[in-house]
């Protein structure tokens, strides 16, 4: 029943442009906004560390484990309607959708850990992640209006990044044995 409400979602509910908008189109939008945002403000804080609180009209904001959640969950909602909508499209197998999906988080979870420890040790992909999520963001809008930027150039641009950051950290780690060395 949720499955069918959700394709029920690419249903264009109003027409701007020459270019039918659906509730689908919408939610890429916002979450393709969000990113942006998010991501833009991250580098900010990244780039300018003193800079460390977010300000809006005078008073001091911080982000409450409750704020945080809260846009996890967009996230997730967003990644998963899209999902979901190109898994229908992909099978009518409602099986096939549910394995994927517990499949698809237990992975997320047992990943969740040695992930965190590898950004702990190489603190410069914190920069690349984010430069990715411009990317996704930026992808997301585009979808949402109506042009499909193909997920091969997406993947190729952010293969060849994490190729060239690869090759930055061991160049830092050969950097750092030799200079163990000398001592």
Known sequence: ???????QLTAPVFTAFGHGFSWRD?????GGLFLVWKATKEIHH??????????MM????QLSLAGAIF???????????DSI???????????????AVIVAVSVMMLAATP????????PTIIMLALGFLLMIGMTLIADG????????????????????EGLNMLARRRKKQRSGEGH
């Open 85 to 99: 909508i190109t898994a229908v499209g992909m099978t009518d197998q409602i099986a096939i959708m549910y394995i």
């Open 71 to 81: 846009q996890i969950l967009l996230l997730d909602l967003v990644f998963s309607i």
């Open 1 to 7: 029943a949720t499955i069918s409400i959700i394709v």
């Open 58 to 61: 005078g008073e001091t904001l």
């Open 145 to 164: 209006m109506g042009y499909h930027v193909p997920k091969g150039y997406i993947y190729a641009a952010m293969g060849f990044s994490a190729l060239v």
């Open 115 to 122: 992930l965190a420890n590898f950004i702990a040790k190489n």
């Open 46 to 55: 990244t780039v300018d560390p003193q800079d460390h609180q977010d300000t």
């Open 26 to 30: 919408l939610i890429l939008i916002a």
